[in-house]
């Protein structure tokens, strides 16, 4: 566990966050939409150079300064995939392929949530670990109000895509965190 403590994370703290999802040296984990880089080099650092990490974002420029971050950071141990994860096979991540999958702040941003939980459903290896992470529904910053839904609704959403509840994570003072694990 890392010697971080919640009461000095007030914002999303990626290493914080990964610290407690069990993601370890040699697994592969996919980063669906992984936007500037930061959950995908944290994820990185943790699974060391026997392990790889699929950072995924539709966006040439999510893509650009990820390579970028990882350069910077001596990370070789981190492929881009440009893909569209709402698209069944479009992760670039084979059947079953990966020990994680990384869902950051990406559910609000589309309205086919389903097709993304599926997505990273059929990445996942059985007993794989997903990391779900999004903003808190009333926190003051971020995007706008009515587009976040309930950690309620959310928790629902993913079981009934077939995962199991694990257990919660802290995310920092605006966001909320979930561990799920496939059957």
């Known amino acids: 566990m890392s010697s971080v403590t919640h009461h000095s994370v007030k914002f999303l703290n990626p290493s914080f966050v990964l610290a407690q999802s069990g993601i370890g040296e040699g697994m592969q984990v996919a980063d669906f ?10 994820a990185a650092k943790l ?15 999510a893509l ?50 389903a097709e993304v939980l599926h997505e ?3 990445a ?4 794989g670990i997903a990391i779900f992470v999004d903003w808190e529904k009333e926190a003051p910053l971020g995007p706008m109000r009515n ?3 309930e950690k309620e609704a959310i928790e629902k959403l ?8 694990k257990k919660e994570i802290e995310a920092g003072a605006f966001h909320f965190g979930m561990l799920f694990t496939k059957k």
């Open 33 to 42: 939409g992984c936007g500037q880089g930061d959950f995908a080099l944290a």
């Open 47 to 61: 699974v060391g150079p026997e392990g790889k990490v699929c950072a995924i974002d539709i966006q040439d420029s």
């Open 64 to 113: 650009s300064s990820t390579r970028s971050k990882a350069r910077i950071g001596g990370l070789l141990n981190i492929v881009l995939v440009k893909g569209n994860v709402e698209v069944s096979g479009a992760s670039g991540c084979a059947d079953g392929s990966q020990d994680a999958v990384l869902l950051t702040n990406l559910l609000f941003q589309t309205e086919k949530r």
């Open 120 to 122: 990273a459903m059929r």
């Open 124 to 127: 996942l290896k059985p007993g």
């Open 147 to 149: 587009l976040r839904m």
């Open 158 to 165: 993913i079981i009934q895509e077939g995962f199991v509840f």
